[in-house]
């Protein structure tokens, strides 16, 4: 298994993102700490505008490294509440602090249900090892 860091508390996908929740059914989103150790160095983001509804499973997002550019998928389904505007000028936030200063989104849940469905951290390890 790779020595990655996986905290206890969030949810995962099979695609890499975490969600972990807020307040009033509002998550926040991100790329776990594996899936930006395979991309490399990121060096653009690019996310939807608050506002915009996001589909689970779509893309809504992409991330550029110096290896490839990947799509971001939502791990729910919902409206942009909040997108981290700090990644426009330092995207390697995502690289540094994937489970901080490095989230992505926050999305007002349309189901508050829907992160029962997506894996908890022992599910997220036994995936990527």
Known sequence: MPDVEVPEELRYTAEHEWVAPTDD??????????????????????LPAVGDRVQAGASCGELESTKSVSDLYAPVTGEVTARNDSLDGSPELVNSDPYGEGWVLEVRLEDPAALEGLLDAAGYRDHIS
């Open 25 to 46: 059914g509002v998550v926040r989103i991100g790329i776990t700490a594996y899936a930006q150790g395979e991309l490399g160095d990121i060096v653009y983001v690019s």
